[in-house]
């Protein structure tokens, strides 16, 4: 249970960004705006980490670690998607 919480909880930001990401490339936007929302879910799994490791701790701050690795994850698609060529 502690592995499937935070990976239902990272699908509405995932999907969002991937539904973005996807969006962003057909509308023939630039290299840097196709890989913004990528980027900025990101920064929000380093912070959200930090908060976990650093401020929280114990099983609950394991749990903001294991919610990052998934948004990396989605981050990882986005990218992904963000280079793909036509």
């Given at each position: 249970m502690m592995i499937y919480g935070p990976l239902l909880v990272s699908f509405i930001?995932?999907?969002?960004v991937l539904g973005l990401t996807?969006?962003?490339s057909r509308k023939g936007f630039s290299?840097?705006?196709r890989?913004?929302?990528?980027?900025?879910?990101?920064i929000a799994a380093l912070i959200l980490f930090y908060i976990g490791?650093?401020?929280i701790r114990g099983f609950e701050g394991a749990a903001y670690g294991i919610l990052c690795f998934f948004?990396?994850?989605f981050?990882?698609?986005?990218?992904?998607?963000?280079f793909k060529v036509k």
């Open positions: 930001p995932g999907i969002l996807w969006w962003f290299l840097f705006i890989m913004f929302p990528g980027a900025l879910l990101s490791f650093v401020i948004f990396i994850l981050a990882i698609l986005s990218f992904a998607l963000a």
